[in-house]
């Protein structure tokens, strides 16, 4: 007789955790597309593509606040509940905390899991809870941004207003010294 081998598939089921940022910075955006939607298409990327590896999903929106949390499940109609849930808006907070997601994340993850924030990460306060969080789980963060982020446009008197926090200020976009200021600001940020 011959050589007898023996395949051995491995049985897993993860849970992919999706922790999305709803505040209110997140629902703005040029190019026709907010960033909200940006992180639902990557959202639902993601959880399809775990649906086809056989993997429970289950997500958690916040802003300031805990606005929803989804239990894990299989399969497809379930991933695209939540992308419609995501969509729907009417969301309470304005602000973001990171941490209280993270927080909530470890509270609920029972096993070893996969958590992907995606955020703009404009909040503060949330290494610690992060690093935790990442002893346990695999955590992949993505940042979600849009090009006026990095570079304000060249125009007259435009009125800002700063949508999680509601203070507003009038800038002069045709200034080289603003648009410089404005690209460090963000650079900063992005680096930090």
């Known amino acids: 007789p011959g050589p007898y081998m023996k395949t051995f598939k491995e049985e897993r089921e993860l849970i992919l955790l999706s922790l999305v940022d709803v505040s209110a910075s997140l629902q703005t955006g040029s190019g026709g597309n907010t960033k909200l939607e940006t992180a639902a298409l990557i ?114 008197l435009i009125d800002l207003e700063d949508t999680e926090t509601g203070e507003s200020l009038t800038v002069y976009g045709a200034s080289g010294r603003f648009r410089e200021k404005y690209n460090e600001f963000w650079e900063y940020q992005r680096l930090n």
């Open 43 to 156: 959202f639902g990327m993601l959880g399809l593509a775990a649906v086809a590896n056989n993997d429970r999903v289950g997500s958690l929106f916040f802003s300031d606040s805990i606005e929803s949390i989804v239990s894990p499940q299989k399969g497809k109609k379930h991933v695209l509940r939540q992308i419609s849930q995501l969509m729907s808006g009417g969301y309470e907070g304005h602000g973001s905390c990171l941490s209280a997601a993270l927080r909530t994340a470890a509270d609920i993850l029972k096993s070893r899991s996969i958590v992907v924030i995606l955020s703009d990460f404009r909040t503060t306060g949330f290494w610690k809870d992060l690093t935790i969080l990442a002893k346990k789980h695999d955590v992949i963060a993505i940042r979600i941004t849009d090009p006026l982020d990095r570079v304000f446009p060249q125009s007259g």
